[in-house]
């Protein structure tokens, strides 16, 4: 079954091999310069620099924040793109066009203007003062900024799948006295799940790794409010390469790790959409 | 069944209210905090800072780097995801994996690689010294950190859809003895054309403001490697707060253009 | 499966080189801007008529770049142009100047990496240093032009909330409970490594070089800094535009353009005991042999210390190095603070390994 699929579709060498050379100049030469960096350390120098306190600190920071801003995100944009793809209302396609905006905002904008309006003295952020509630300078303000990065990710992976998704199952469903709620879990979630999860991915890779805004909101106080990427400037303003490298391939690894995950899981929906391995 | 209507009206209603409310907070108000800072000491000082010839400079680059990143990802996206979900091959979701491998990397990274690859303690510099290739604080560099942190966005737009589309269509197309090109444009295409849409919608944008990793790249030299954002950046640092955020709100307009567009393609598209 | 392989490698190797070879022409363009000096890029419009005119002989027209840190825009803004007026009367050559901006650490990397400066003006002795290991400053550069090659100086002063309202007057009050203070990363900020070197002057003047004490001095000053912000601008735009804390702990120059800019909002407190900031200038001497530009280059750094370009430097708020000249700035600056230099810290070399490198004091505050 296997090898005659492989002779059916044609191009594979060719599109394969443009990957390849894409993926291999811009993608694996920089970032082997990377490893090749830090590989000159002894094993034992990296284990010390990135064992650090503060450094592990900034590592549970980054993770954190970056977590419960992209879980927020995968929420926010199943429901986002349900609304955008399902639901027809006044000003719609306002609210489709707004979603890739905090792509086009520098980041360093949009952290600015995010702590304008969330420290205490801004529109947002006195109301929350209210209830003793900080937002900038404290770990929900990175958050705040981070949900703002990764916002167009999920949706943007989940809108294409729920548009070309069959409608007929769905009805057959109703017809046959599913509720809503039954058909959204057993026939469309299973559907756009690996779209979810690409979307989380890229957005927690994405948080994680982000430092323009953050910088702004976050206070950077060490051990509270520090972010991994400032540890690494820093590291770079000392012109301390082998640290800010070493860390910086703990990051890498970490977002490998993270995304190899995703990619399984991903691949393994699929399948058992597509009724088992075949 | 007209119980299950009135729900699922409800339903509507409050799920499209959280997205009002979501988007209302988390987008539109930073957004109206950027113009009327922009707009702060007048509409004058606004025009003054928009026109100003490092700004056009900047807004020229930004282009020029943003045209070359959509360029070069659309042509990896399309070989990527066709590569990826048309054929079974060993070592796949290590592929995919790689290839979302720059998002995840923090900008700053994105830049160093670059300067460690390309810049002066790079083995490789004496022979591009040699060559006359100036990568790193020059255009090239720009292009090639703008189309690193972008990498993924169209090829990530298109693998879903593939997939969920599946390979049986395609197969009897070739099993009639289709061409390959052929099969992608009549088959596949139509499939994907909107994903792809989304995808260099998504590439482009965050093309446009990518600050992070141009910045490291970029040598900030004033009308020669400076880009919109950047110019955002040293316009803050001289204390320009407000024309700073002006420049900001040019960007703005520039994604509202792209993203108008979109919209028309896309409107016209799905009407026919 | 083997020509499968085949395919995939030959179109993988016909692609790679058709980039590269793409690369290479995109590139004669933008190389060249940024290498010699005579043909720019296509934007540079100022440049394109003169190129193409004189391919062989640059005679009449030279390009040097300046790479500089955050706060002296407006400095070189000013000088640039003077400096084309003198270099013309005195050659008779145009003279273009590119400017770089960014903080000065990052600057200084950049240089070291590639960046082709003819002249660098940052803001550290120790970033210039940065550049020097890299093999791109000979030796002895702090010598080579008249003290310590730094032709103007700043210092670190309090920017306080109109009125004074928590009655700040010295370090010392900075360390009483409820007192909000703002200043940008040591780590991440090299003038910010002026903000607490002079905070450990006083100190050590306060507590007679008692090391322990002086460390709990300057760790209780840190615990009430509310924001680390990455830099001096973000700072700046932390207590100004967000209202945060109820001192910032500035450049003078700096202090005084927030001042210009609300006049009625902010005053500037000058401590008992600071420190003698001086940014240093020097001329990249791998760049400007490369370039044929050592004349020039050594012209524009000279003419730093002329009365004209003192005054610049006066008029943009930083202190002239020529005594007599700012004497006539005694209206604006506080002549009686009483400066420490760098010297009392052993150097830069020394005073960074000791207090910012990994593992130094400045960590060290922030354990537990």
Known sequence: ?278 | MQENKKGSKAVKWILISICVIFVFFMLILPLITVITEALRSGWETYQKAVTDEYAIDAAGLTIEATVFAVLINTVFGIFASWAITKFPFRGKKLLTTIIDIPVTVSPIIAGLIFLLTFGRQSPIYPWLQDLGLQIVFAVPGIILATVFVTFPFISRELIPVMEAQGTEEEEAAALMGAGGFTIFRKITFPHIKWALLYGIVLCAARAMGEFGAVSVISGHLRGKTNTLPLHVEILFNEFQYVPAFAVSSLLVIMALIILIIRSIVEYRGKKA | MKKRILSIILTAGILTTSVLAFTGCGNSAGASSGGSSSSSSSKDSADKNKSSEDTAGKTDKVTITNVSYDPTRELYAAYNEAFKTHWKEQTGQDVEITQSHGGSGKQALEVANGLEADVVTLALEGDVNAVRDAGLIEDGWVKEFDKDSAPYTSTIVFLVRKGNPKNIKDWDDLVKDGVGIITPNPKTSGGARWNYLAAWAYADKLYNGDESKIQEFIKKLFQNVLVLDSGARGATTTFVENGQGDVLIAWENEAFLSIKDYPDDYEIITPSISILAQPSVAIVDEVVDKRGTREVATEYLNYLYSDEAQKIAGDNYYRPSNEKILKEYSDVFNLDINLVTIDDFGGWDKAQEKHFADGGIFDRIYEE
């Not at chain 1, 191009?11 to 100049?25: K, N, Q």
């Not at chain 1, 916002?151 to 548009?163: C, D, T």
């Open chain 1, 1 to 278: 079954m296997n090898k005659a699929k492989k002779r059916v579709i044609p191009g594979f060498g060719l599109s394969m091999g443009v990957t390849l050379a894409i993926l291999g100049l811009i993608v694996i030469i920089p970032l082997a310069s990377l490893v090749l960096f830090t590989a000159q350390m002894d094993f034992s120098e990296i284990i010390e620099i990135i064992t650090r306190k503060r450094v592990l600190a900034s590592f549970y920071v980054s993770f954190i924040t970056a977590f419960i801003a992209s879980l927020i995100n995968a929420v926010m944009g199943v429901i986002l793109a349900w609304v955008l793809v399902r639901y027809d209302f006044p000003f719609k396609r306002v609210l489709d066009g707004m979603i890739e905006l905090p792509f086009a905002l520098p980041t360093a904008v949009a952290g600015i203007a995010l702590t304008a309006l969330t420290a205490d003295t801004g529109a947002i952020g006195s109301f929350f003062e209210q209830f003793g509630i900080k937002i900038a300078y404290t770990r929900i303000g990175i958050t705040v900024a981070l949900i703002f990065i990764g916002i167009p990710f999920v949706v943007r992976s989940v809108q294409p799948v729920l548009e070309k998704l069959d409608y007929s199952y769905e009805e057959a469903a109703g017809v046959l006295g599913a509720s809503k709620a039954k058909i959204f879990w057993k026939i469309i979630f299973p559907e756009i799940r690996p779209a979810i999860f690409t979307g989380f991915g890229l957005a927690f890779g994405r948080c994680i790794g982000e430092y323009g805004s953050v910088v702004f909101i976050a206070g950077n106080m060490p051990y509270e409010t520090e972010i991994t990427p400032l540890i690494i400037m820093s590291e770079l303003q000392e012109y301390d390469y082998t640290s800010a490298t070493a860390i910086a391939l703990v990051m890498l690894l970490f977002s490998f790790a993270v995304l190899f995950a995703v990619n399984i899981v991903q691949a393994r929906s699929t399948k058992i959409l597509k009724g088992g391995n075949k």
